[in-house]
């Protein structure tokens, strides 16, 4: 198994074989509170897009930001403390970020794409090893799709460990994700659209046992996040 790690749209768009997409902080992590409440999941990369299918379905939800913050006119931010507080059963999610959802669907040379998260870390690894692919791209996608992020890098460091068996001690992570500079917005009384939950509620390593992974395009042209129990 040949295991290289890309960043950003750009390494998104180069990506192949079984493709894992990381943003730790936080669309990926909300993607899996929000899996874990039941709601069906359509990321998309372009605002409008968005806009346009909440247009369309009047009862399916908007999530998302752009630099973070809240949009305007929809239902929630990108804070997974808000999404696992709703009633999410059964409702349609369109989540869209400036980071994470745009390289997932950016991805268009791999085999199968993966959300790639902490909270999902292990189930990311088994699922990996039972297919056993001979190429796995793990894409980076950092701030703002622009710029390495330390809890990216840390994920990232986690799964190339764990999938090539090395032993990697996870013990000192919170503190060291605690200590990234994307972490200073949920102790920021200023920062509403993040609240601090957050950070416990991504930072809590390996507390799914369930993988996302985006499924073919439906009739139209819409491609779901599949919740697989591994």
């Known amino acids: 198994m040949h295991v290289e790690v890309l960043d950003f749209v750009d390494g998104a768009r180069a990506a192949r074989g079984l493709t894992v997409v990381i943003d730790v902080f936080r669309a990926f992590s909300t993607a899996c509170y929000a899996a874990e409440g039941g709601a069906r999941l359509i990321p998309v990369a372009d605002l409008e897009v968005a806009r346009a299918l909440g247009a369309r379905h009047p009862d399916w939800l908007l ?11 929809f239902h929630f931010g990108n804070s997974p403390a808000r999404i696992r507080a709703a009633a999410l059963a059964g409702r349609t ?12 669907t950016q991805a268009d040379g791999a ?10 870390a292990a189930a990311i690894v088994r699922y990996i090893r039972a297919r056993a692919p001979s190429q796995v ?14 809890e990216d890098d840390l994920c990232a460091e986690i799964l190339v460990a764990r999938l090539a068996g090395r032993a990697y001690d996870t013990g000192g992570i919170v ?5 990234t500079p994307a972490a200073e917005k949920f102790f920021d009384p200023a920062a509403s659209w993040a609240p601090e939950e957050d950070f416990a509620l991504c930072a809590s390593l390996d507390r799914f046992d369930f993988v996302l992974r985006l499924g ?8 779901s996040l599949e919740r697989i129990a591994v």
């Open 63 to 73: 999530a998302g930001e752009r630099g973070g913050r809240d949009l305007p006119g």
């Open 175 to 179: 503190a060291r994700l605690r200590a």
């Open 111 to 120: 085999d199968e794409v993966l959300t790639g998260s902490l909270v999902n």
């Open 137 to 150: 791209s793990i894409v980076r996608m950092g701030h703002q799709a622009r710029e390495r992020a330390d």
């Open 216 to 223: 073919p395009p439906d009739g139209e042209g819409l491609r």
């Open 93 to 104: 999610l369109v989540h869209t970020t400036h980071a994470g959802t745009q390289g997932l």
